[in-house]
Nanobody, 119 residues
């Protein structure tokens, strides 16, 4: 079982950048597919991005394509979400998740980190 800790959120002006981190402990991190969801007030949680094992494939939602990207450092058991050209509509709590690609596919979640983009 992996334990995930999200960090890096904060307040930023529109057009700015932030990098979120998600650090994992427990489990075999290199086997984990990792990703991010976000949830804005009054809205459902929505997919943001995911990264395959070895980082060979990154998927991003259309709403963030070209502005957000993911990377991973298996040596540090950490994934990153680099967010650029931030917009007020990106304001949300961002949640990291992961699942073992060779296991049960059960998703584990971080505690969430708040991102607020001011106009």
């Amino acid at each position: 079982q992996v334990h995930l800790v999200d960090s890096g959120g904060g307040l930023v002006q529109a057009g700015g950048s932030l990098r979120l981190s998600c650090s994992a402990s427990g489990g075999t991190f290199s086997r984990y597919v990792m990703g991010w969801f976000r949830q804005a007030p009054g809205k459902e949680r929505e997919f943001v991005a995911s990264i395959s094992t070895r980082g060979s494939n990154v998927n991003t939602a259309d709403s963030v394509k070209g502005r957000f990207t993911m990377s991973r450092d298996d040596a540090k058991s950490t994934v990153y979400l680099q967010m650029t050209s931030l917009k007020p509509e990106d304001t949300a709590v961002y949640y990291c998740y992961g699942y073992d690609s060779l296991g049960t596919m059960q998703r584990y979640w971080g505690q969430g980190t708040q991102v607020t983009v001011s106009s």
